[in-house]
């Protein structure tokens, strides 16, 4: 059983930078693939990065490539998500998900997933 919580949203202009963290509850975590995803109003999660158990690999969806990383830290039960370069169409609820899965863009691959955290974008 893992038990995953956000933080780090908040308000920012575009071309601001936020980092988002997860935290997980639970010995296994680091042996979680953790994704990253997030829901526009009326619209179902899309999927933005996944990083494997052991960070060998990481997946990010094409609108985030170069501006988004992800990175796990185990000894925390951590994974966070550095957004930069943010744009009014990242604004949406962040919520981060972990599964047995390495990695993967699937959101019903995912077991366990947080309450969401809000990323408010100004123009």
């Known amino acids: 059983q893992v038990t995953l919580k956000e933080s780090g949203g908040g308000l920012v202009q575009a071309g601001e930078s936020l980092r988002l963290s997860c935290v997980g509850t639970?010995?296994?975590?680091?042996?979680?693939?953790v994704g990253w995803f997030r829901q526009f109003p009326g619209k179902e999660p899309e999927f933005v990065a996944a990083?494997?158990?052991?960070?060998?690999?990481?997946l990010y969806a094409d609108s985030v490539k170069g501006r988004f990383t992800i990175s796990r830290e185990d000894a925390k039960n951590t994974v966070y998500l550095q957004m930069s370069s943010l744009r009014p169409e990242d604004m949406a609820v962040y919520y981060c998900a972990a599964g047995p899965s390495p990695y993967n863009d699937s959101p019903q691959k995912y077991d366990y997933w947080g309450q969401g955290t809000q990323v408010t974008v100004s123009s």
């Open positions: 639970g010995r296994t975590f680091e042996t979680y693939g």
């Open positions: 990083i494997s158990w052991g960070a060998f690999k990481t």
